[in-house]
């Protein structure tokens, strides 16, 4: 018995000592990091990036309202130099990725937002292709809900970290405009937001307290009023009133409510 065991379990262990060896080898040539892009999405390369890790979405528009022409200023040399971002929503909701989303796309320029400097490094950058005026399509709000679920669950960003260019850089950015829909991406549960029925903010409020909460920067207070306004209210002006509170507190309660 013991000589015919021993000979049918060499030919195994010759097959387990191979397979060993060929999982070595496979480690030893195996990429660190695997390419992370969206099947939603037509790759369609950009450059124009670093590697690095995403904690948060910004959403832009490309004021050109071209799609032909926003690929190429995302993915060539530039007279202002060299931008780009992962990804180009197009007006009929066609996707296009630029940037991997492992790699660290050059769209958000000097900003700042809940302490963070180097936002480039820290997010995953979506243009809007929109001429900065116009409404935004329906095709298109669809595409971006889809491709923020797909985003948040694919890389683990927080479904409430989405947030626009203009808020991370309050006076130097405008986009998305006013007319960007974000009660709609509320509603699939994208952004922060306050609730439906606000409760009025209580005596001594600090609304700009509570700004810098969120995340705004507020060392220039006219600044960053007018970029939560824009974001928060669809207009543009720079004094906070009783409404601002409101939502403030609101939004203020939902980020310091024991997480589910
Ligand atoms: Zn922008």
């Given at each position: 018995?013991?000589?015919?065991?021993?000979?049918?379990?060499?030919?195994?262990?010759?097959?387990?000592?191979?397979?060993?060896?060929?999982?070595?080898?496979?480690?030893?040539?195996?990429?660190?990091?695997?390419?992370?892009?969206?099947?939603?999405?037509?790759?369609?390369?950009?450059?124009?990036?670093?590697?690095?890790?995403?904690?948060?979405?910004?959403?832009?528009?490309?004021?050109?309202?071209?799609?032909?022409?926003?690929?190429?200023?995302?993915?060539?040399?530039?007279?202002?130099?060299?931008?780009?971002?992962?990804?180009?929503?197009?007006?009929?909701?066609?996707?296009?990725?630029?940037?991997?989303?492992?790699?660290?796309?050059?769209?958000?320029?000097?900003?700042?937002?809940?302490?963070?400097?180097?936002?480039?490094?820290?997010?995953?950058?979506?243009?809007?292709?929109?001429?900065?005026?116009?409404?935004?399509?329906?095709?298109?709000?669809?595409?971006?809900?889809?491709?923020?679920?797909?985003?948040?669950?694919?890389?683990?960003?927080?479904?409430?970290?989405?947030v626009g260019?203009g808020d991370?850089?309050p006076?130097?950015?405008n986009?998305p405009s006013v007319q960007f829909p974000w009660a709609t991406l509320a509603?699939?549960?994208?952004g922060l937001w306050p609730d439906p029925?606000l409760?009025?903010a209580?005596?001594?409020?600090?609304s700009?307290?509570a700004m810098?909460?969120v995340?705004y920067?507020?060392?220039?207070?006219r600044n960053a009023i007018i970029a939560f306004h824009r974001h928060y209210r669809a207009m543009e002006t720079d004094a906070l009133d009783a409404t601002d509170a409101a939502i403030l507190y609101s939004l203020?309660?939902?980020?310091?409510?024991?997480?589910?």
């Amino acid at each position: 018995m013991t000589p015919r065991a021993s000979t049918v379990a060499r030919p195994m262990r010759f097959a387990a000592v191979a397979l060993l060896l060929l999982a070595m080898a496979g480690c030893a040539t195996a990429p660190s990091v695997a390419p992370q892009r969206s099947a939603l999405a037509h790759w369609t390369p950009s450059p124009n990036f670093n590697a690095r890790k995403a904690q948060l979405i910004v959403l832009h528009h490309t004021s050109i309202g071209d799609p032909a022409a926003a690929l190429r200023v995302l993915s060539t040399r530039n007279s202002e130099g060299p931008v780009s971002a992962h990804y180009l929503v197009e007006a009929d909701g066609r996707i296009d990725q630029l940037v991997d989303d492992n790699a660290r796309a050059w769209h958000a320029g000097a900003s700042r937002w809940a302490g963070m400097t180097d936002i480039n490094s820290s997010s995953i950058g979506i243009e809007i292709d929109n001429d900065g005026n116009s409404p935004f399509t329906q095709p298109q709000i669809q595409a971006l809900v889809n491709l923020l679920a797909d985003l948040t669950a694919r890389l683990g960003i927080p479904r409430e970290a989405v947030v626009g260019h203009g808020d991370i850089a309050p006076g130097r950015k405008n986009d998305p405009s006013v007319q960007f829909p974000w009660a709609t991406l509320a509603r699939y549960g994208f952004g922060l937001w306050p609730d439906p029925t606000l409760l009025p903010a209580p005596p001594n409020f600090d609304s700009l307290a509570a700004m810098r909460l969120v995340g705004y920067d507020v060392g220039s207070p006219r600044n960053a009023i007018i970029a939560f306004h824009r974001h928060y209210r669809a207009m543009e002006t720079d004094a906070l009133d009783a409404t601002d509170a409101a939502i403030l507190y609101s939004l203020q309660r939902k980020l310091m409510a024991p997480r589910q």
